[in-house]
């Protein structure tokens, strides 16, 4: 099961095209956190009814290696309600809803997944998406994260996703997500980057240094920055343990002022530690 939780202990998520059997078959080795099994934009509108047909195959054989495997739908009248009855058909923990802009149909889409365990995913790829990114995110206990779209956000005003150009608005939809204690996943710049690590990688820091806790991958090259940026490293988590037991043994002393290395801890900066921990704890 998907929840709030484990969606925010995501660092990546690798998107595999349902009708690719090369990458089907190596999704589960690319250390992604998670699969994105898509039928949206890597599928072409003659194709989308095979991928449909597909999903249950793929997504059967990549959870059969223990990966999470969430799935893109279609937003689109003319695929939505058929992908919705196939990724519920299938062997994912989650849909990614694409084009999320109507909060209505957000809460729409969560109440036809009622009876089932499957989280839901909302896509903030439009000026108004970001607008209502807030209503978006408390349509429902279902939701566990928000997912920045710059490609199509950009694509909508005519400009390029570069870094600054998306501070503003991927800032919004990480406030908007975590103001809900969902995860907030995406890049702040583009994601169709994959050649210059080091410009995607500082994307992802400037994303994780605004309340990011993850993003997702569209070339397996993506993969390992993500994982060291979203990550734990060894001296945060060291850093992180030491602050707890001074804090804890002060505490236990019944001294109400902590002092460790040269700086007062109060509760945020405690209670930020113990998360860093707990992310350390599984595994990352």
């Not at 309340?211 to 090259?221: E, M, V």
């Not at 109400?256 to 945020?268: E, K």
Request: net charge negative; aromatic share 4%; hydrophobic share 50%.
């Amino acid at each position: 099961m998907m929840d709030r939780e484990h969606a925010l202990a995501l660092r990546s998520q690798l998107f595999v095209p349902t009708l690719s059997s090369k990458f089907v078959a190596k999704a589960h080795t690319r250390g992604a956190d998670a699969v994105i099994v898509d039928l949206e934009d890597a599928i072409a509108a003659h194709a989308k009814t095979a991928a449909r047909r597909a999903l249950q195959s793929v997504t059967d054989e990549i959870a059969a290696q223990g990966m999470p495997v969430f799935v893109r739908i279609n937003n689109d009248p003319n695929h939505l309600e058929a992908d919705l009855e196939a990724a519920m058909a299938a062997r994912v923990v989650g849909i990614y809803l694409p084009k999320a802009e109507d909060p209505r149909q957000a809460c729409a889409i969560a109440e036809a997944l009622k009876g089932t365990p499957l989280a839901l995913v909302l896509l903030i790829e439009s000026p108004m998406a970001v607008l209502r990114a807030a209503e978006l995110a408390s349509c429902s206990s279902r939701t566990v994260a928000l997912v920045f779209g710059s490609e199509d956000y950009c694509a909508i005003l005519g400009i390029r996703p570069g870094l600054e150009a998306m501070r503003i608005p991927a800032h919004a939809v990480a406030l908007a997500a975590r103001a809900y204690g969902l995860a907030a996943w995406g890049v702040t710049g583009t994601i169709a980057e994959f050649s210059d690590l080091e410009a995607f990688t500082a994307m992802a820091q400037a994303s994780r240094d605004v309340g990011y806790t993850g993003a997702l991958a569209i070339h397996p090259r993506q993969v390992a920055p993500l994982n060291t940026v979203f990550g734990v490293r060894e001296e945060e988590a060291a850093e992180a343990a030491a602050i707890v037991e001074a804090f804890d043994a002060a505490m236990a002393e019944g001294r109400g002022a902590v002092a460790h290395n040269g700086r007062m801890l109060d509760l945020p900066i405690v209670e930020r530690a113990r998360r860093v921990l707990a992310l350390a704890r599984r595994g990352h």
